[in-house]
């Protein structure tokens, strides 16, 4: 059985940064991917980024891009996430997830992480 685990939320000021982590207990196969979604208050849990097992292989929703960055360690099964520029907007539990290829869609995923609340505060 697949767990994910993430870990560095908080409370961040505005303008901040976050850096998260997920980490698989093993690889669900070569072609896997990763992802995270977030869950704000009022809103449906939403798409935020992607990648591949694949270097070459990223993909981020239109509200992060330019502020996000996602990158992996392949040796030690683990994904990062790191966002700048934070907006109260951000504020929501971010989740990590896994499926077998890239998607922006939350039903695609099939291994989901318990989730880490990122609060954007004054």
């Known amino acids: 059985q697949v767990r994910l685990v993430e870990s560095g939320g908080g409370v961040v000021q505005v303008g901040g940064s976050v850096s998260l982590s997920c980490t698989a207990s093993?690889?669900?196969?070569?072609?896997?991917?990763m992802a995270w979604f977030r869950h704000a208050p009022g809103k449906e849990r939403e798409f935020v980024a992607a990648?591949?097992?694949?270097?070459?292989?990223?993909y981020y929703a239109d509200f992060v891009k330019g502020r996000a960055t996602i990158s992996k360690d392949n040796a030690k099964n683990t994904v990062y996430f790191k966002m700048d520029n934070l907006r109260p907007e951000d504020t929501g539990v971010y989740y990590c997830?896994?499926?077998?290829?890239?998607?922006?869609?939350?039903?695609?995923?099939?291994?989901w992480g318990q989730g880490t609340q990122v609060t954007v505060s004054l």
């Open positions: 997830a896994a499926s077998h290829s890239l998607a922006a869609t939350a039903t695609d995923y099939y291994y």
């Open positions: 093993e690889r669900t196969g070569s072609n896997d991917a």
């Open positions: 990648i591949s097992w694949r270097e070459s292989y990223h």
